[in-house]
């Protein structure tokens, strides 16, 4: 794999990813354009009509946005990271969601069906967004700062005291979380 991509500057604003903080527009603008194209359809009128436009409008440029920071942020991941080949998914699905939103603003007969694809899409993008947050600890600055430390503590043959405390960390997800891993 390539190696990544090294920018003067990456796309965190004062400690805040800036996908993560685009990335939940799309989250509630293309369910909510399903929504309005479902009722369009169910009371079609220039007034539906409208509205549909309009949220699936809005849907596509917010995801627009989200898609262009999310790949620039992946291109500029280490090609080693575990969280490299769920960010990889990651993108996929959600590029699928922004292809069905481009789809669907430029062909309105088929817009229901695109909606739903997309709306599918980023219910999973947004899963397999979050075990890259919470899972892999991707852009999370103290995981960042913990896996220098693992380094440091690995190559001094002490790599034990973050084997432990995975361990309990997982005891704790397994006995004390609903659904735990």
Request: glycine share 8%; net charge negative.
């Amino acid at each position: 794999m390539p190696s990544p991509l090294e920018l003067p500057r990456h796309p965190v604003v004062h400690g805040h990813p800036l996908h993560a903080m685009l990335s939940d527009l799309p989250a509630a603008l293309v369910p909510a354009a399903l929504v309005s194209e479902a009722w369009r359809v169910s009371s079609p009128g220039r007034a539906t009509r409208l509205l549909s436009d309009a949220a699936s409008g809005a849907a596509l440029v917010a995801a627009t946005a989200a898609g262009a920071v999310g790949w620039i942020d992946w291109l500029t991941m280490p090609t080693e990271h575990p969280a490299q080949r769920p960010a990889t998914l990651h993108g996929v699905v959600n590029s699928t969601a922004l292809l069905s939103l481009v789809a669907a603003v430029a062909v309105p007969a088929r817009r229901l069906p695109l909606l739903g694809l997309a709306t599918a899409a980023v219910t999973l993008g947004g899963w397999i967004g979050g075990d890259l947050v919470f899972r892999h600890g991707w852009r999370v600055r103290p995981v960042e700062e913990a896996e220098m430390v693992e380094k440091e503590l690995d190559d001094a043959g002490q790599a034990d005291y973050f084997a432990r405390a995975r361990e309990e960390v997982s005891k704790f997800e397994r006995e004390k979380t609903f659904f735990g891993s």
